[in-house]
């Protein structure tokens, strides 16, 4: 027959996650990690099942069907296999009621099984994303009607009660920048509010309520004129209510995600607060769908380092396996390390969302968060993308073959930079939240804090770490709002602020892993880690960017 490759094969993705186990053994109470460990290791099987399964079928999509057998219009949205699955799996393993236990370390519990659920969700975790940051918003929104009657749905283990909400935010005149929003908000006869517009970028349209920015007749222009609705958008026999689907959305990648683009023709709705101030309404939900996207970002990395490991082991080239080549072993070591570090920031930023929503928290550690929570969705974003290019090509030719299943590696995880806002959004909201919590305190004080736990064997690398860390307070310093400069390198500012505080995590656990677990091989991963240098700055040429941006010359 000749030369015939072995596709990589995926074990139980719970018990095959040193990186999880580890840090779950130094987080969780043993009593908490033994009561979670059951289901843990139901969605790390699920994890390896669902792969073997989709191997080497044609992927399934979403469709629309506009009318039924009798002419008449349903914008009807058939789902695939996995969607109709989700809301049993998500209610039996409370993937989004866990997190809203009164309990610290809810929120660890609940991403480490979402970061297990993730790569066979087929991006289910959306709608879970966002029916998680819709029950934020009106359990603090003060209309105890509205959280009576759907946060109960939204966290109910039950798959017949589980509600799911959707984000209709975006229009045409943009995405993050939501001051242009068109769609307006009129009372009907009754005295009720209907929405009319036109957004164009709603996921999970089949959700079963929405939030939605709109502008009340008579208010002014801009952001802070928008009112934030409720929607109950279909009635009990699923017909749409002053809603139209005009197309589901042909994307690069999460293609099983029905988002659509839809008209709003008196769509029913209710005020969640007050009738402006819509933008500032919504910030609670910002905190955890972008967590969400951190922890799905770093799932979908941990899949494909999965993948190419395995891989690696099977591959013969010049008659040894691949996993025995010092260049291969390279690579992969750096993949593996950048993902830890990124793991063990996207989980303290879970951590600290558990304290401040269980009430534990400080005004320092609320402030630590706001900090942390663009940063964390901006550096495991654009990182989920760099691994699953690198590790495309590890596979060679087999990676840009789309029956293997491995080229969708990389076109879903483009959307982790762009969904919840873009890098350089969430490098300003950054700049924003800066003065907000006092600058840099928060930060500075935590990472002095990890530090101070690392052992004395690390010491190298907590000097580079405390090098790195001077080099961006000093370029924050020399900075002036009015010259322009900090908003030019407030993206390699950002990103440097993660690299750093995610190093002193790595070595944190690095440390604990040495001596309770005798595991040299976080302290590998962080050594590796900081190899590869904390801070990149473009520092100054402002003018340069300007003329290389606009292209003014010949």
């Keep these: 027959m000749g030369f015939v490759q072995s596709a990589p094969q995926l074990g139980n993705q719970y018990r095959e996650d040193r990186v999880l186990c580890s840090y779950l053994r130094r987080v969780l109470p043993p009593a908490q990690r033994q009561s979670l460990e059951p289901e843990l290791d139901q969605l790390g099987q699920h994890a390896a099942a669902t792969w073997r399964e989709r191997q080497p079928a044609p992927r399934e999509e979403p469709r629309l069907v506009l009318w039924d057998a009798w002419g008449e219009r349903v914008d009807r949205i058939e789902l695939t296999r996995a969607w109709r699955d989700g809301p049993l799996l998500a209610a039996r393993h409370g993937l989004v009621a866990r997190g809203h236990e009164s309990e610290a370390l809810a929120r660890v519990q609940q991403f480490a099984l979402v970061y297990l659920y993730h790569p066979a969700s087929e991006f289910f975790t959306c709608p879970l994303a966002m029916t998680d940051g819709a029950a934020t918003c009106l359990a603090g929104s003060g209309n105890t009607r509205l959280a009576e009657r759907a946060i109960p749905h939204y966290l109910s ?65 801009g952001a802070d004129a928008l009112a934030l609705f409720y929607l109950e958008p279909r009635r009990s026999d699923g017909r749409w209510r002053g809603v139209h689907v005009q197309r589901l959305k042909d994307k690069l990648g999460t293609r099983e995600l029905p988002t659509a683009e839809i008209h709003l023709d008196g769509a029913p709705a209710e005020a969640v607060g007050e009738l402006r101030g819509g933008v500032r309404q919504i910030a609670p939900m910002l905190a955890v769908t972008r967590t969400w996207n951190a922890v799905c970002a770093i799932a979908t990395m941990r899949r494909a380092i999965a993948l190419l490991r395995d891989y690696a082991n099977r591959r013969v080239v010049f008659a040894r396996p691949l996993a025995d080549r010092a260049l291969h072993q390279q690579v992969l070591g750096g993949l593996q390390a950048e993902f830890e570090a990124a793991f063990h920031f996207t989980f303290y930023v879970a951590e600290l969302l558990g304290r401040v929503q269980a009430g534990e928290a400080d005004e320092a550690h609320r402030a630590l968060l706001r900090l942390l929570t663009p940063l964390a969705k901006l550096w495991t974003g654009r990182l989920a993308v760099t691994i699953a290019s690198e590790v495309l090509e590890g596979f060679g030719g087999a990676g840009y073959v789309e029956d293997t299943g491995l080229p969708q590696l990389l076109r879903d995880a483009q959307v982790f930079p762009i969904w919840e806002g873009t890098s350089n959004v969430q490098a300003l909201d950054l700049l924003r939240a800066l003065p907000q919590s006092g600058g840099l305190a928060s930060y500075l004080s935590a990472q002095r804090a990890l530090l101070a736990q690392v052992g004395a064997e690390l010491d190298p690398c907590v000097r580079v770490v405390r090098e790195s860390t001077t080099r961006l307070t000093g370029w924050l310093q020399r900075q002036t709002t009015g010259a322009g400069g900090l908003e030019a390198g407030a993206r390699e500012f950002a990103l440097g602020l993660a690299r750093c505080l995610a190093a002193a995590l790595l070595l944190r656990h690095a440390s604990w892993a040495w001596g309770a677990e005798n595991d040299p091989r976080p302290a590998a991963a962080a050594r590796r880690f900081i190899a590869h240098d904390l801070v990149h700055f473009v520092d100054g040429h402002g003018d340069d960017a300007r003329l290389l941006a606009s292209d003014l010359l010949p």
């Design 157 to 221: 283990r039950d798959p017949a009660q589980l509600w799911l909400s959707g984000q209709w935010m975006t229009e045409t005149t943009g995405g993050s920048d939501v001051a242009g929003t068109e769609t307006t908000a009129r009372r009907d006869e009754h005295g009720r509010w209907r929405l009319y517009g036109r957004k164009w970028f709603t996921s999970a349209i089949h959700a079963d309520t929405a939030l939605a920015l709109a502008r009340p007749e008579g208010a002014g222009a």
